[in-house]
T-cell receptor, first 114, second 113 residues
């Protein structure tokens, strides 16, 4: 069965600093990988996704993620965070195609210090 | 235009009651889902429907009954509500050929007293 691990429950970053959120997955085949962001009281917004091809994917809001098969990782990065980036971030893996949905990690809560 | 919408946004009710949550998507997608987000923000899939046919039922108590009258709608009916049902319920949809990319609704915050 698929699984997703986000090892950091909370991360605090100063505004303007760089950010990296970690995600490790377990999946037998080539995974479909996603990062979603959830602002307080809101739904989930897709930041970016990886299906195949270039292992460095660009997303919205200046985010990017790198797929590393050898490390089973899909870490999310941003070169300079803004206060509005404070939110919950979820990494997810496709469960097998078709209508199987996604398996989510437990999320990382990002706090931005002024 | 809201892509995936849910009603109501908030639902406060007593234990033992029956309630329904409605979901509609105007994206033309053929697959719809229900996810539950618990108090620790953990998201878990409950059901998926493809073209009105139930595909996934993730060991959810049979008090939960999804219904899909057409491809654009997926409703969730919950009987005999329990305290542990308090959560945020998210509807989502996806398109064939898009690698299961989920587009989520704003969520329904259910509180059972």
């Amino acid at each position: 069965a698929q699984s997703v691990t986000q090892p950091d429950i909370h991360i605090t970053v100063s505004e303007g600093a760089s950010l990296e959120l970690r995600c490790n997955y377990s999946y037998g085949a080539t995974p479909y990988l996603f990062w979603y962001v959830q602002s307080p009281g809101q739904g989930l917004q897709l930041l970016l996704k990886y299906f195949s091809g270039d292992t460095l994917v660009q997303g919205i809001k200046g985010f990017e993620a790198e797929f590393k098969r050898s490390q089973s990782s899909f870490n999310l990065r941003k070169p300079s965070v803004h206060w509005s980036d404070a939110a919950e971030y979820f990494c997810a893996v496709g469960r097998g195609g078709g209508a199987d949905g996604l398996t989510f990690g437990k999320g990382t809560h990002l706090i931005i210090q002024p | 235009d809201t892509a995936v919408s849910q009603t109501p946004k908030y639902l406060v009710t007593q234990m033992g009651n029956d309630k329904s949550i409605k979901c509609e998507q105007n994206l033309g997608h053929d697959t719809m889902y229900w996810y539950k987000q618990d108090s620790k923000k953990f998201l878990k899939i409950m059901f998926s429907y493809n073209n009105k046919e139930l595909i996934i039922n993730e060991t959810v108590p049979n008090r939960f009954s999804p219904k899909s009258p057409d491809k654009a709608h997926l409703n969730l009916h919950i009987n005999s509500l329990e305290l542990g049902d308090s959560a945020v319920y998210f509807c989502a949809s996806s398109r064939r050929g898009d690698g299961e990319t989920q587009y989520f609704g704003p969520g329904t915050r259910l509180l059972v007293l």
